[in-house]
């Protein structure tokens, strides 16, 4: 359309606007949705004396739900149980905390619905919070957008699906990162096919791009991501354990808690002085250490769209990564040498390997990464070239193009179901 309709929009997110996938998400949306010329307002949550990271996105723009004693008295349950900060688990809540968790929400969005007069809501992951923005706004159109770790918690939670469904079911639109997702919803949620849309998610294209690499003396490569056996680390610092030759040094670029960080750092500790640890790190320092890696690593268990692995690809990286259908849909027809897909483990749970099959995934993704450190010696810049048609594909002006499509069709269906 030639010129389009100007939107309020509320962006809504459970947990921090910043240190995961879905934070970059909403914040990305933020910033080409007022790029396009609408009007946007962000509840999230938050820590209490914490800032957000944010980045092109106003403080203005901003209200947040603050947690461990201030407006809900623990820490933000992660759409993961591990979290690159203090958070506890869905799983662990009890019928009080829910009650608590859904009653500081609901008075912060009633608040901001008051003053700020949406349009629409755009929330993240069909969880708890966009059931409760469906049931809260009955007159304002609602559409969510999946990240993969919210059908984790609907596998992982049943006795939270009725609450999230009893909103859910009633979304005007479900955005999903890939046709495995929109498979799931449909039969899962209920939603009708022509609800749940393919839009896919981006990266920033001004912030990651190629740069000269250094000599492969020793090549460099990274992994960036939660510290956690959901992401598939311990078994990636295992393989590195099996690789003497050539010289290589991993950058390990993310947060994480408990045990499973723990058993993290000291995998990595037993690597000696070939790691360096990075710990969350902002975007704009991650796309230097992309700039001057040779390969990126994504050893991951589960994911639903991985924007990483399109930011390290821009950056002119080799790419090793699992063949999840995340994966697949970002880079799966991509015929190059520079890709490397490793064969996921059985899986329980979503993202509990079988002991069994973990000694053949410490070996492929070894032999992987020998395959690539070999080449990076030869070739140390890659034909980025080859990635430009699928490069574009994924842009934040690209996905947002598709998002508002989404919008006017919400908008359009939740008035006809409004008329007499």
Same mark, same amino acid.
């Given at each position: ?143 969510? !957008? ?32 890939? %046709? ?18 393919? !839009? ?53 670029? %993310? %947060? ?65 990564? !699992? ?71 994924? !842009?934040?002006? %690209? ?22």
């Amino acid at each position: 359309m030639a010129k389009r309709q100007k939107l309020k929009i509320l962006h809504l997110l459970g947990q921090r606007p910043d240190a995961t996938g879905s934070g970059v998400y909403l914040q990305s949306m933020i910033r080409e949705a007022a790029r396009c010329g609408h009007d946007n307002f962000m509840v999230a949550g938050l820590h209490p004396g914490a800032d957000a990271e944010l980045h092109g996105v106003s403080i203005d723009q901003c209200r947040f739900v603050r947690f461990d004693g201030e407006d809900i008295s623990f820490s933000i349950p992660g759409m993961t149980d591990i979290m690159p900060y203090a958070s506890t688990r869905f799983a662990d809540l009890s019928v009080n905390d829910i009650e608590q968790y859904e009653a500081a929400f609901s008075r912060v969005l009633t608040e901001t619905q008051a003053t700020f007069r949406p349009d629409i809501i755009h929330s993240h992951h069909n969880w708890l919070v966009s059931s409760l923005a469906r049931r809260l706004f009955p007159d304002i159109p609602v559409a969510t !957008t999946c990240h993969g770790t919210d059908l984790r918690q609907f596998q992982n939670c049943p006795h939270l699906r009725e609450k999230v469904l009893s909103g859910c079911r009633g979304l005007d639109a479900a955005m999903v990162l890939n %046709g495995d997702q929109k498979a799931y919803i449909e039969t899962h949620y209920g939603l009708p096919p022509e609800r749940v849309i393919v !839009t896919g998610a981006g990266y920033n294209d001004s912030v990651f791009t190629p740069g000269v690499k250094p000599a492969p003396r020793p090549v460099q490569i990274v992994y960036a991501g939660k510290l956690s056996k959901a992401k598939g680390l311990p078994w990636l610092l295992q393989a590195f354990k099996t690789i003497a030759h050539p010289d290589w040094r991993l950058h390990i670029v %993310g %947060g994480g808690s408990g045990v499973e960080k723990d058993e993290c750092m000291r995998l990595a500790d037993d690597l000696r002085d070939r790691t360096i640890v990075h710990g969350p790190i902002p975007q704009a320092r991650l796309a230097g250490i992309f700039k001057q890696a040779h390969i990126f690593v994504l050893p991951s268990l589960f994911e639903g769209l991985p924007l990483v692995v399109l930011e390290a690809l821009a950056s002119g990286c080799r790419v090793i990564a !699992t063949d999840l259908p995340g994966v697949m849909e970002v880079a799966g027809d991509l015929q190059v040498e520079y890709f490397s897909l490793v064969r996921t483990p059985r899986l329980k749970n979503m993202d509990q390997p079988y002991p069994e099959d973990l000694p053949a995934f410490v070996h492929n993704l070894a032999r992987a990464v020998d395959i690539q450190t070999a080449a990076a010696i030869e070739r140390p810049d890659i034909d980025i070239s080859l990635a430009a048609d699928k490069l574009a594909a994924f !842009t934040w002006r %690209g996905v947002f193009d598709r998002v508002h499509k989404v919008y006017i069709e919400a908008l359009q269906r939740h008035g006809e179901r409004k008329a007499p």
